[in-house]
């Protein structure tokens, strides 16, 4: 079956712009995770969502960050006014269920943001 | 609060030597453990997973890792390297109290001379 999905695989955008980035999970998982990868952090969770709704944001950096889940599926997680520290690639991961913390993460291919 | 700490960033062996590839963590409560392999320009791929039970654990690609609680260790390790293997390898601790959320450590990346 299809994996998850990420759109746009890559985005260059200027200092000051929003971007919106994409996640299809897998079908039937409820739970759904943001990850950033950067040279100089690793991979840092961002957000985790069960369902629609969020009850960890505890890694998202700073209030320029957020992220929507509907119907379950799809996930944007949005950044505003991009600043050049937010060049990174951000994957998204899906499971089953968030609760037994020992379910597999399927991850997407990631969407590489570079801000100008 | 966990964390995970991959020591050598940059791993270099010839093909058919055995690999190893360090991870320690750290963890107030019995953790679950993960290494995950992404490979150039794609997404991270579940090797293996420790939770319960057996300590020697196997996974995909002919890797394993032990998990050693008096030394906080998960490494994990291959027997003979392929040109394939080649790839970056995250060791993962998430907390059995937790939603789930990875919490990785730096990544070591494993290059497999001809």
């Known amino acids: 079956g299809a994996g998850v999905s990420q759109s746009p695989s890559n985005k260059v955008t200027e200092k000051g712009k929003d971007v919106e980035l994409r996640c299809d999970p897998i079908s039937g998982h409820t739970a759904l995770y943001w990850y950033r990868q950067s040279l100089g952090q690793g991979l840092e969770f961002l957000i985790y969502?069960?369902?629609?709704?969020?009850?960890?944001k505890s890694g998202l950096p700073s209030d320029r960050f957020s992220a929507e889940r509907t119907g379950g599926s799809v996930s944007t997680l949005t950044i505003q006014r991009t600043q050049q520290e937010d060049s990174a690639v951000y994957l998204c991961?899906?499971?089953?269920?968030?609760?037994?913390?020992?379910?597999?993460?399927?991850f997407g291919p990631g969407t590489r943001l570079t801000v100008l | 609060a966990q964390s995970v700490t991959q020591l050598g960033s940059h791993v270099s062996v010839s093909e058919g030597a055995l690999v190893l590839l360090r991870c320690n963590y750290s963890s107030s409560v019995p953790p679950y453990l993960f290494w995950y392999v992404q490979y150039p320009n794609q997404g991270l791929q579940l090797l293996l997973k420790?939770?319960?039970?057996?300590?020697l654990v196997k996974g995909i690609n002919g890797f394993e890792a032990e998990f050693k609680k008096s030394e906080t260790s998960f490494h994990l390790t291959k027997p003979s390297a392929h040109m394939s293997d080649a790839a970056e390898y995250f060791c993962a601790v998430s907390d059995r109290r937790s939603q789930g959320n990875l919490i990785f450590g730096k990544g070591t990346k494993l290059s497999v001379k001809p």
């Open positions: 991961a899906s499971s089953l269920a968030g609760t037994s913390s020992y379910n597999e993460q399927f």
């Open positions: 969502f069960q369902g629609n709704s969020a009850p960890d």
């Open positions: 420790y939770t319960t039970g057996a300590t």
